[in-house]
């Protein structure tokens, strides 16, 4: 059972942010990133209040900007989803998941090493140029559903 809700529109859009995201790092470098948007639309927590779509995570805004650069900045976002990127984000939708983005809601990459935390969240994991950050103990029971 998937842990989202989701369409076959849902399936392109964070295919298309997969991709943009994560491109370089393969097709496990984006599962990963598709892990963190699922964990963002299944959790209810943090900066996740109220976030229930594939469409309200991958356009969250915060601070001004996007949350993910991609929407603003990537050509390869506004391209059309590819079957493969569709195969892994309906692999991320039903339910597959994995270390180090596991757990985690956030990830950047950074011009140096991972940090030990970003934003007060501890490291998780690193995956090639992609840190990934879980909640801190206690904040977001709901990721770990």
Same mark, same amino acid.
């Given at each position: ?5 989701? /369409?076959? $529109? @849902? ?11 994560? *491109?370089?790092?393969?097709? +496990? #470098? ?10 963002? /639309?299944? $959790? @209810? ?11 309200? *995570?991958?356009?969250?805004? +915060? #601070? ?82």
């Amino acid at each position: 059972m998937p842990r989202v809700k989701y /369409t076959d $529109s @849902d399936v392109a859009l964070m295919a298309r942010m997969m991709r943009a995201e994560a *491109v370089s790092e393969g097709k +496990q #470098g984006m599962l990963y990133v598709g892990n963190v948007i699922v964990n963002r /639309t299944a $959790s @209810d927590c943090l900066d996740f209040k109220d976030l229930r779509t594939i469409s309200d *995570v991958i356009y969250q805004v +915060q #601070g001004g900007n996007y949350s993910f650069e991609a929407v603003q900045k990537g050509n390869l976002f506004y391209n059309r989803a590819r079957s493969a990127e569709k195969r892994l984000a309906e692999k991320n939708l039903k339910f597959w998941r994995q270390f180090p983005a596991k757990y985690s809601l956030w990830y950047f990459n950074p011009s140096g090493a991972c940090p030990s935390t970003w934003f007060g969240q501890p490291f998780a994991g690193q995956f090639k140029n992609h840190c990934y950050y879980e909640p801190q103990a206690n904040t977001c029971a709901s990721v770990y559903r």
